[in-house]
């Protein structure tokens, strides 16, 4: 059984970071119900992006924990698509680049019902998580320190 995350059922992980790749969204944690009619055209001074990215990032932000993001992390991931039908779940998708250059397999998906209420979390920005874990796990002992300074 997949351990629990706090507001959504992790149902996969990424051992080597310790972050969902996929996420059920519990209940109470979905959000409100909004119309799509009513925010579709409108624009987030924020982030410059439709209101269905708005909702998707805000989404991303309230776990932004689970997935050991910061704020600038979800503010600043670039916006792939958004995959809306007129029916079935929309599907926002962003990546992460460095330097202007995509960072590879590094996707998280948004995906919610017609209601814009978070339904699950697919995947996980890459570049983020390393660099934490990396700053995480790297502490190297006063002595080695001296070997490396000139």
Same mark, same amino acid.
């Given at each position: 059984? !997949?351990?629990?995350?706090?507001?959504?059922?992790?149902?996969?992980?990424?051992?080597?970071?310790?972050?969902?790749t996929?996420? =059920?969204? #519990?209940?109470?944690?979905r959000?409100? !119900?909004?119309?799509?009619?009513?925010?579709?055209?409108?624009?987030?001074?924020?982030?410059?992006?439709?209101?269905?990215?708005?909702?998707?990032?805000?989404?991303l932000? !309230?776990?932004?924990?689970?997935?050991?993001?910061?704020?600038?992390?979800?503010?600043?991931?670039?916006?792939? #698509?958004?995959?809306?039908?007129?029916?079935?779940?929309?599907? $926002?998708?962003?990546?992460?680049?460095?330097?202007?250059?995509? $960072?590879?397999?590094?996707? $998280?998906?948004?995906?919610?019902?017609?209601?814009?209420?978070?339904?699950?979390?697919?995947?996980?920005?890459?570049? !983020?998580?390393? $660099?934490?874990?990396?700053? #995480?796990? =790297?502490?190297?002992?006063?002595? #080695?320190?001296?070997? =490396?300074?000139?």
């Amino acid at each position: 059984m !997949a351990p629990q995350t706090e507001g959504g059922h992790g149902a996969q992980y990424e051992p080597h970071f310790g972050v969902p790749t996929f996420l =059920w969204a #519990s209940a109470s944690d979905r959000g409100p !119900a909004l119309s799509l009619a009513a925010i579709g055209s409108q624009t987030s001074t924020k982030t410059g992006g439709s209101g269905v990215e708005a909702i998707a990032r805000g989404h991303l932000s !309230a776990y932004a924990a689970q997935y050991r993001l910061s704020a600038d992390d979800v503010a600043n991931a670039q916006l792939v #698509s958004v995959h809306d039908t007129g029916q079935g779940p929309i599907i $926002v998708k962003f990546k992460q680049q460095l330097g202007g250059i995509d $960072v590879f397999r590094d996707e $998280v998906a948004i995906i919610m019902n017609r209601d814009l209420q978070l339904i699950a979390i697919s995947g996980y920005l890459t570049l !983020a998580v390393m $660099v934490r874990y990396r700053r #995480s796990i =790297w502490h190297p002992p006063k002595q #080695s320190q001296r070997h =490396w300074r000139m």
